[in-house]
Each structure stands twice: as C-alpha cells, then as structure tokens.
C-alpha cells in the first residue's frame, strides 16, 4: 500500500537535539495521534494540541511548522509498523496466514484511522502527494501479486484461474483492503468499528474466494466459523 514521503519535519534532522526535545516531539506525535483519530484530520489545530499538552503553540510548531507536517510524520510511522507487517510475508503462506496479516494490517489502519482515512479520502491530500500515491499503489500492488503467486504455487487457487482472474482479483482485494476503514465508518456507528475489525479483515478474503481450491475454500471456511463464532483464540468449541 503505502510508500514513505519526505516530510519537512526532518529539517531539525541534521541538528544534535537532547533527549528532552525527541521526548516532546514523541509526546507532540502521540497527542496528535489521539486527537486526530477524535476529530479528524480537518478539526484537528496546533492550539488545541498545545493546550492539551500544556505547552505553548511555539513550542510545537518548533518541531512542525504546521499541522500537515504532524500528519506526514505520523503516515511515516505507520508505513515503518506496515513495512513489519509485509516483511512476515513468507513462502509458508497459506489462507489462514494471509487473513491474520490482513486482520494485523487492519488494526494497524485502525490505529491510525484519522491519518489513513485522510490522506485516503481527501483530494487536495492525495494531489499534494500524487508521485507519492502513485509509488504507495505500485509497492501494494507488487505485495499482493506476490500473495497470489504464492498462493498459487501452494496449491490454494484453482489451477483453472486465469491470470486475468488473478489481476482481478488482487486488485478487488486490494481495494477491500485500502477502503476497509473508510467503509467502517460509513456502515457502523463509531463505538462498533473497533468490534468489527475481525470481521472485516474476513471480509476482504471474500474477494479471493472465486479462485479458491477446494484447499483454499477448506480453510476460509474455517476462519468464518471462528470470526462468526467470535471465537478466533479459540476459547469456545467450535460448533
């Protein structure tokens, strides 16, 4: 999905800060986060942040001149926990393990739900970054051709799938993927999104299931038992 942008907050990079500045700055990202998850990106101001800090509007704009500069650091912490994500993604891979990186990379979105709806959903933000956007499409794309080759090569596709189904469908799920969060927040109340993650995780398997094998189809089943059951640590039998 994403790649990294360079942000005008690296400006100080050069600069040796002591210990006390990072920690500000860390404590100015973490308030940022929970404030623009609350109101959204558009409500979001560098006086509220500062007022809820306790700190001064200087104080803040110090280490981001503006808010928009909070926004890309945060997009670049995300895309350094989703790289940990991708990088799990191993020739072992089978339908169950493909659904638990989903459902990992879902709570990622979710936990920068205000930063990714909008830099998703907001079209001066994504015109700003276009070449960007464009380089963070090309890298998905190129991870989830590699799910299906992989899932190919380890018996869970039909072996009838054309590799215009298989386009199809990678970008099919891609796009369940890339919207999930956005369409959370458009079918259920926001106290119910965080509840139904598991389920939406699943969700974007569904776009897979056409060019499933029996193998394939063996195992979704499986999961939607347990996501149905709300009982994927297994604590409740399945019925």
Same mark, same amino acid.
């Given at each position: 999905?994403?790649?990294?942008?360079?942000?005008?907050?690296? $400006?100080?990079?050069?600069?040796?800060?002591?210990?006390?500045?990072? *920690?500000?700055?860390?404590?100015?990202?973490?308030?940022? %986060?929970?404030?623009?998850?609350? $109101?959204?990106?558009?409500?979001?101001?560098?006086?509220? &942040?500062?007022?809820?800090?306790?700190? *001064?509007?200087?104080?803040?704009?110090?280490?981001?001149?503006?808010?928009?500069?909070?926004?890309?650091? %945060?997009?670049?912490? !995300?895309?350094?926990?989703?790289?940990?994500? +991708?990088? *799990?993604?191993?020739?072992?891979?089978?339908?169950?393990?493909?659904?638990? %990186?989903? /459902?990992?990379?879902?709570?990622?979105? @979710?936990? !920068?739900?205000?930063?990714?709806?909008?830099?998703?959903?907001?079209?001066?933000?994504?015109?700003?970054?276009?070449?960007?956007?464009?380089?963070?499409?090309?890298?998905?794309?190129?991870?989830?051709?590699? +799910?299906?080759?992989?899932?190919?090569?380890?018996? @869970?596709?039909?072996?009838?799938?054309?590799?215009?189904?298989?386009?199809?469908?990678?970008?099919?799920?891609?796009?369940?993927?890339?919207?999930?969060?956005?369409?959370?927040?458009?079918? !259920?109340?926001?106290?119910?999104?965080?509840?139904?993650?598991?389920? &939406?995780?699943?969700?974007?398997?569904?776009?897979? !299931?056409?060019?499933?094998?029996? $193998?394939?189809?063996?195992?979704?089943?499986?999961?939607? *038992?347990?996501?149905?059951?709300?009982?994927?640590?297994?604590? /409740?039998? +399945? $019925?």
């Amino acid at each position: 999905m994403p790649a990294k942008t360079k942000s005008s907050t690296q $400006k100080h990079a050069a600069v040796q800060t002591p210990q006390e500045e990072v *920690s500000t700055r860390e404590m100015i990202l973490r308030r940022s %986060l929970e404030l623009i998850n609350t $109101k959204g990106m558009v409500d979001f101001r560098i006086d509220t &942040l500062a007022t809820s800090l306790g700190l *001064s509007p200087g104080n803040i704009t110090y280490h981001f001149s503006r808010k928009e500069d909070i926004c890309v650091a %945060l997009w670049e912490q !995300y895309l350094e926990e989703y790289g940990k994500v +991708v990088r *799990s993604l191993t020739t072992l891979l089978d339908i169950k393990q493909l659904y638990l %990186l989903n /459902r990992i990379n879902i709570h990622l979105n @979710y936990k !920068y739900r205000g930063v990714v709806v909008f830099r998703s959903a907001d079209l001066g933000a994504m015109r700003r970054d276009l070449e960007a956007g464009r380089v963070n499409e090309d890298e998905h794309f190129a991870i989830s051709r590699r +799910v299906m080759t992989l899932l190919g090569q380890n018996g @869970y596709l039909e072996k009838s799938a054309t590799k215009e189904i298989i386009e199809g469908t990678h970008i099919y799920h891609y796009i369940m993927m890339r919207w999930c969060i956005n369409f959370a927040y458009q079918a !259920y109340t926001p106290e119910e999104v965080e509840a139904k993650l598991d389920y &939406l995780a699943l969700m974007s398997l569904h776009a897979l !299931y056409p060019t499933l094998s029996q $193998k394939g189809r063996d195992e979704f089943a499986e999961i939607l *038992s347990r996501v149905s059951a709300d009982n994927l640590s297994g604590d /409740r039998p +399945v $019925k």
